[in-house]
């Protein structure tokens, strides 16, 4: 018999169609409308020459290909028949198998049920052939190869069966449930993404009111107290009676919020350092506007990281300090000491790197995204004004597609389901804008043409800077499965400087792997003494340690200085409390 599909209460059916339909007119009409004033906006997949220069190599060995196209076919005739003879009741191993670790094939309906077992394997070696002939595209260069296979694995992805109801078991199974309605709730929760990115789809990987932003993340105590154009900086309530003499400044990256090293009171970097006698100090970027976007390189030094120096001296007295810089944060950082060391100001004695690139050499695949063409583009594309809201994190999430894009895709728009309340995803959600000035500067001159790494090579307020001046002790954190920061390029970064340096290899990713408290118990991590020129060396000499490399760092850092002072309340030194932490700047969605 056929299956059954419940018709939910036909007035509710109405009242949402019509619901949707007034909707989906609204952002039709404004998008239509923002068409007529706006220049295109940038696309980020602009790899037509990538994809034309590959054709011309594979056809100049069509034989090649032909051999690529007999083999696809006959694994296809393979499948066929190891169908058929499921089919009929007979055994018959499989010609391709998923990747054990792949969430998406993880319903039983995607082995035991022989359409969806042929549907899968045939997206398989589809997914295999396509791999293979850009494999065999020789002469391409470096630059065009990568972004060939990028752009092939980013299609394939896209295309995969999971994606589509009719292929999508799990969909399919819930449709018959509940009546179509989660086709109904999907298609409300795409338009509710629309509406809130203006006509821009925006996939949520965490619902908004998950979480309040000081009361369930970023929840710490503390005050702000002090503020420019640029960021405010607040300092967190001591938790013991005595603190280390010298403050700890974070300087987080200024696409994103402060807050992934705050997050729920379980795994805050910062409650756990306040916990271990740090005095510390954040950080907090603005989300900037129209005002402010001819703000370059320069300020974010001079009004953020030396700004902040300023004024934890005066909020304590104390002029040495310890400094994290986080991802961009660090490249900042990094930065602002070569700057440092150029004058001779020598206020940080000691610098943490956390998941940070200095050498842009090996970039990894976020170089597929920057070259001449799509830069030049780019320029166009921005106005005057801030850069587009989430231009780099959007770019970040696309080097995971199927855990930061797909899955929510499915989650939401397909099963009808309101993302899961995670506080890492609703952070990675929560992106700031960039002055188009400091974009340009960061793409440009740090990240495509590496002069960050070249002594001289970029000047701050007239002072032409050098990583190998600076001698500020330092340790470097990686992730062994960072796709953002390759840790192999995070090591090359701490070669450049000319103090005494701690490499550290956490396993996990890129966020996973940073935001790791020791009471969690997970992953591990690899320290190495020796710093030989090859990281693959140093990881093959490195010794394995269980649990968080927090623990680690905190002997590290206290063994540079351990001399403590009474604890420092916020608020009680030169600069007054301006108003409680997390402060305004940090305003989710703003």
Partial sequence: MAP???????????????DIAERSQRLVADWLHRQSRDAPELCPLNVAHAFVEMTAQLMRDPAQVAHAQLGLWQDYMTLWQSTTRRMWGMKAGPVI??????????DSAWNEVEVFDFIKQTYLLTARYVQGIVARADGLDAKTAQRVDFYSRQFMDAISPTNF????????????????????????????????????????????????????????????????????????????????????????????????????????FVRWAVEQGHTVFMISWVNPDERSSEKGFEAYVAEGTLAA??????????????????????TLLASTLAWMAAVGDDRVKSATFLATMLDFKEAGELGVFIDEEQLRTLEEAEQRGAAADGGLAATFNMLGANDL????????????????????????????RVPT???????????????????????????????????????????CEDHITPWRSAYGGMRLLGGPGRF???????????????????????????????????????????????????????????????????????????????????????
Avoid: C
Avoid at 97 to 106: N, T, V
Avoid at 246 to 267: E, S
Avoid at 411 to 432: A, K, Q, R, V
């Fill in 504 to 590: 550290v290899l956490a396993a996990s990713g890129h966020v996973a792997g940073v935001v790791n408290p020791p009471q969690g118990g997970k992953y591990r991590y690899w320290t190495n003494a020796e710093h030989p020129e090859d990281p693959n060396a140093w990881l093959t000499g490195a010794t394995e340690m269980a649990g968080s490399w927090w623990p680690d760092w905190q002997r590290w850092v206290s063994a540079l200085d351990n001399a403590h002072v009474a604890a420092r309340v916020p608020g009680d030194g030169a600069l007054p409390a301006m108003e409680d932490a997390p402060g305004r700047y940090v305003g989710a969605w703003a």
């Fill in 97 to 106: 198998e998923a990747d054990p670790g792949d969430p998406r094939f993880r």
């Fill in 437 to 479: 000035r400091m974009h340009q500067f960061y793409l440009h001159r740090i990240y495509r043409h590496n002069l960050l790494r070249e002594p001289g090579g970029i000047e701050i307020v007239g002072q032409p800077i050098s990583l190998d001046r600076i001698r500020t002790p330092s340790y470097f954190l990686a992730a």
């Fill in 4 to 18: 059954q599909f419940p018709v939910g209460s036909p007035a509710v059916l109405g009242r949402s169609m019509a």
């Fill in 309 to 330: 120096l300023d004024a934890i001296e005066r909020a304590t007295g104390e002029r040495e300090v310890n400094a994290i810089g986080y991802g961009l944060g660090g």
């Fill in 165 to 268: 109801l009719m292929t999508n078991p799990e969909v399919l199974r819930r449709t018959v449930e509940t009546g179509g309605e989660n086709l109904l709730r999907g298609l409300s929760n795409l338009l509710s993404d629309l509406e809130r990115g203006r006509g821009k789809l925006t996939v949520r990987a965490a619902g908004l009111d998950a979480f309040k932003i000081g009361r369930d993340i970023a929840a710490s105590p503390g005050k702000v107290v002090f503020q420019n154009e640029l960021m405010q900086l607040i300092q967190y309530s001591p938790a013991t009676r005595t603190v280390l003499r010298r403050p700890l400044l974070i300087a987080p990256p200024w696409i994103r919020k402060f807050y992934v090293l705050d997050l729920r009171p379980q795994n805050s």
């Fill in 405 to 432: 894009m797909w899955s929510f895709v499915v989650n939401n728009y397909m099963l009808g389901h309101e993302p899961f309340p995670f506080d890492l995803l609703y952070w990675n959600s929560d992106s700031t």
